[in-house]
């Protein structure tokens, strides 16, 4: 009689884990880890995802523990009194990792916080994959010992980065930018309808950040720009995205001081903002990218606290601040920091990019050249690429095999059933 035969589970050990922890503590890291979430779980469609995270993580299928919100400050006095916080949450993550030992993490931007939790993660054994390199090329470059250690992977969204990294011990590759994603623009025109703004007003965007700190220090003075623009342009309308990170509620309080004027607000929707303005004043960091591969021209600004600013210049020494004139290597846009980023400095420099005069003409050239250089689409398959490339791949599950009350042994050995199951190492 032939013996009924049964399917016979492989032993799962830690290595066939499908967890994957995820750490996105501010809007822009919540945007591009989302868009590698998405991608990776196309990978491998079994895949489970937790950690921290904003609104579009969490869209993407994202097990959030804690919210990037939590984290919405920047700056040496914003943080310092949010320290027990964030420890709180580090340890919680820490935890969180301890206990279901994914097998890799993927961390981005944000190194203070970010490069911290690498080396606990590294103690407990998990692949540490680090999207958006800190800016160690600008300041603060023994982080890199600190990243070579820790660090499994860089993965560098600026074409110099991986350059930079070369004879430092640290695994680097560019995978080009996430907002590289993105197609040419559509005619101002296409946005404002989109947005329900009037076609033929003088339409400027302004993006004062995505975290409270920012709004207190920035707003404020791009609305007293906004009444001077105003004063020369009756017919202004502006625009204001809302960050995943904020609330139309958190920038309330400003606008009320500034009721006559025509503000629109747009709530995480800052690519039809940017796209409905003729110029658009913007607080220093990922905005700047996002404006100019939607080729409009800015003014980028940035206010720190004055201890911030001080120890920042301390380490500082870089010829520009704003991304984008670091890429095209030369004052493409105009730059007002600190005092100088004030509603007059603000106001004067919009009216320049106003009209068809050469200061437009120029910066819209330099733009086109920035765009080019963020390399090819497709930089969250790249990174999702990366991130599975340290996770098994599909294996076979069940295999046949005789009951094992049958271990007699036969007459010729039985040939192992193959499976799938392999696994990436990185040196």
Known sequence: MVRPRFCRLHAIDRRLRSDVLIVATEASADMHAARALEELRRLRPGLTAFGM????????????????EEMSVMGLAEVLP???????????????????????????????????????????????????????????????KTIARVVDRMLCILPFEERFYENTGVSARFVGHPLAERPRPQTPSWYREALGLAQGRTTIA?????????????????????????????????????????????????????????????????????????????????????????????????????????????FVRLAHFAIVNL????????????????????????????????????????LEEVRASLGAPGAPCRVAEELASFLPRAITAVEDAPPPSESVARSEPATPTPTASGSSTRS
């Not at 995270?53 to 990037?68: D, H, I, M, N, T």
């Not at 006559?260 to 039809?272: C, D, I, M, N």
């Not at 960091?285 to 021209?297: F, Q």
């Not at 095209?328 to 009209?355: F, H, W």
């Open 53 to 68: 995270g904003g609104a579009k993580l969490r869209a993407a299928g994202l097990e959030s523990l804690r919210q990037a």
């Open 82 to 144: 949010k320290i027990p916080v964030i420890l709180g949450i580090l340890r919680e993550l820490t935890a969180a990792a301890e206990a279901r030992r994914p097998l890799a993490a993927l961390l981005v931007d944000s190194p203070d916080f970010n490069l911290r939790l690498a080396e606990k993660l590294k103690r407990l054994g998990v692949k540490v994959v680090y999207y958006v390199s800190p800016s160690v090329w600008a300041w603060r470059r023994g982080r890199v």
């Open 206 to 314: 302004l993006l004062p950040g995505s975290r409270r700190s920012e709004l207190k220090r920035i707003f404020p003075p791009m609305l007293q720009a906004a009444e001077r623009i105003r004063g020369k342009h009756p017919d202004a309308q502006f625009v204001v995205p809302v960050a995943v990170t904020l609330t139309e509620g958190n920038l309330a309080p400003y606008l009320e001081k500034h009721a006559s004027l025509a503000v629109k607000l747009a709530p995480g929707r800052t690519e039809a903002a940017v796209g409905a303005c003729d110029a658009a004043l913007v607080k220093s960091g990922t905005s700047v990218l996002e404006v100019a591969l939607m080729l409009r021209p800015m003014v980028v600004v940035y206010r720190l606290s004055w201890l911030s600013y001080f120890i920042g210049r301390l």
């Open 327 to 366: 890429l095209a290597g030369r004052a493409l846009v105009p730059e007002l920091l600190q005092r100088q980023a004030n509603p007059d400095r603000m106001a004067a420099e919009v009216e320049r990019l106003l009209g068809d005069g050469p200061a437009r003409a120029d910066q819209l050239r330099g």
